[in-house]
């Protein structure tokens, strides 16, 4: 971490701080890795109540009242790189990898943005995968497995592999959906990835769609096995421009 951080920082530092913060209920605005005014605000509003000097710069003297209140900058801060390759943006990125589909929208009660696949693609497409890491993993099938797009099958299991050999494979608490065909969030026309069965949600509890992902040493976090889902082709949601998804890893590129 650097000696301090004040306004117009930006970075998994700030991100880390913002945080704590929150915890402290002091900070009211979503993370977004950015020391700005409402970041400023909380963390003079902090140092007040710590009987500090109200300069809104995390400098030492407020990091040593902060970690005297369980604030370690290391494991608040950690954050995994962004990738060397993009996520897939529209529906005709993930059509030319992956199948283009007639669709139609289907909402249910539980599922309003539901969409059905009206030409079969599904059946041609949507095989079953028993993830020997995933067996005894709640939300998942325990005879088939979970369904996935055929053609990802082999990253899908050398991923699951990996964090199997890194020993974190104890890290995936709860498998929360892979083939759900559906519009993107607020969407009529953007398909949602897990409509191509390219995408798993994992341990959403603890990472829900627009939150802080858990972090680093907490029940659910999903940090450390980033990279190794990166290596394997899978985007993390976390890298998102907009609003992050830290339950969220899609198959992006082939290999």
């Not at 050999?165 to 897990?194: C, E, I, K, M, W």
Request: hydrophobic fraction near 40%; proline fraction near 6%; aromatic fraction near 12%.
């Amino acid at each position: 971490m650097p000696n301090e951080l004040k306004r117009g920082d930006q970075g998994a530092e700030v991100l880390g701080w913002q945080r704590f913060l929150i915890e402290q209920n002091l900070l009211h605005e979503a993370t977004d890795f950015v020391f700005g005014p409402h970041t400023e605000a909380a963390t003079v509003l902090f140092q007040q109540q710590r009987g500090l000097a109200p300069s809104g710069v995390v400098e030492q003297n407020t990091i040593q009242a902060a970690a005297a209140l369980g604030y370690r900058p290391t494991d608040a801060s950690f954050w995994p790189e962004r990738p060397d390759f993009p996520p897939l943006v529209t529906n005709d990125d993930r059509a030319a990898l992956f199948g283009r589909f007639a669709f139609a929208a289907a909402p249910t009660a539980d599922e309003p943005s539901a969409v059905q696949i009206t030409d079969g693609w599904d059946q041609e497409n949507i095989v079953w995968v028993v993830v020997p890491q995933l067996r005894r993993v709640r939300g998942t099938n325990r005879k088939k497995g979970i369904q996935f797009h055929k053609k990802g099958v082999p990253q899908l299991l050398a991923m699951f592999q990996a964090f199997g050999d890194a020993g974190l494979a104890n890290r995936v608490l709860y498998f929360d959906g892979s083939f759900v065909p559906r519009f993107q969030r607020g969407s009529t026309t953007a398909l949602s990835t897990h409509s191509w069965g390219t995408s798993l949600d994992l341990n959403a509890d603890w990472n829900d769609f627009g939150s802080p992902p858990a972090r680093l040493g907490t029940k659910g976090c999903v940090l450390e096995l980033v990279k190794i889902a990166n290596d394997h082709g899978f985007y993390w949601g976390g890298h998102f421009s907009s609003r992050i998804d830290g339950m969220h890893f899609e198959l992006t590129r082939l290999q």
